[in-house]
């Protein structure tokens, strides 16, 4: 059982590169989640998906853009990469949309911006 | 909006038991959740408080007033692997900077 799959694990960008973060889950959730974590900061929420077919901004949603392929994708594209975006950015997926309900993270994905 | 306060640190010694706590201010509160995450991995979940009261896992405990926008988690017989940082969301979107316990031996 894999849980949150997140790829590529690390990733380096030039300024205004252009990139996508996969995740995948295998727990038929129906809530997906993006969020980045600045050292020794908290986790932010970029954007969020509660069900297949919605996605919804959080926090910081600036710069980013998302997909909900399917039940079990959902992908996170920085369009033109800012040294501001250098960040270790986490998937996660819950089975209730609201306060309550587990959230399951993946490994993280590290970015760095240059 | 939410806003979630804790200490940013907190140390203590094996075998210890530590406190750490939670206020928040948020629109619409649904319950507090606990989550660790040692450094350089991924946050995992603890524990839940939708109501009023202590819930305990293990080691682990979880209390939660509403009325006083309050909660703390509770580690007893600490361990040098929970040497962590805690975060307390009031929900999904925010986290807060968390608290960083440090257990020496």
């Known amino acids: 059982n894999a849980g949150v799959t997140q790829t590529p694990k690390f990733q380096v960008l030039k300024t205004g590169q252009s990139m996508t973060l996969q995740c995948a889950q295998d727990m038929n959730h129906n809530s997906m989640y993006w969020y980045r974590q600045d050292p020794g900061m908290g986790l932010r929420l970029i954007y969020y998906?509660?069900?297949?077919?919605?996605?919804d901004k959080g926090e910081v949603p600036n710069g980013y853009n998302v997909s909900r392929l399917n039940k079990r994708e959902f992908s996170l594209r920085l369009e033109s990469a800012a040294p501001s975006q250098t960040s270790v950015y986490f998937c996660?997926?819950?089975?209730?949309?609201?306060?309550?309900?587990?959230?399951?993270f993946g490994e993280g994905s590290r970015l760095t911006v240059l | 909006g939410q806003s979630l306060e804790q200490p940013s640190e907190v140390t203590a010694v094996e075998g210890a038991i530590v406190q750490i706590n939670c206020t928040y201010q948020?629109?619409?509160?649904?319950?507090l959740s606990w989550y660790q995450q040692h450094d350089g991995g991924a946050p995992t979940f603890l524990s839940y408080n939708g109501l009023d009261g202590l819930e305990e896992t293990g080691r682990f405990s979880s209390f939660l007033s509403r009325s006083d926008s309050y909660g703390y988690l509770l580690l007893q017989e600490l361990q040098m692997k929970d040497s962590a940082s805690y975060f307390c969301?009031?929900?999904?979107?925010?986290f807060g900077d968390g608290t960083t316990l440090t257990v020496k031996p």
């Open positions: 948020t629109s619409g509160f649904y319950g």
């Open positions: 969301p009031a929900g999904k979107s925010t």
């Open positions: 998906s509660a069900s297949e077919g919605t996605t």
């Open positions: 996660a997926s819950s089975d209730m949309r609201g306060a309550s309900g587990e959230l399951f």
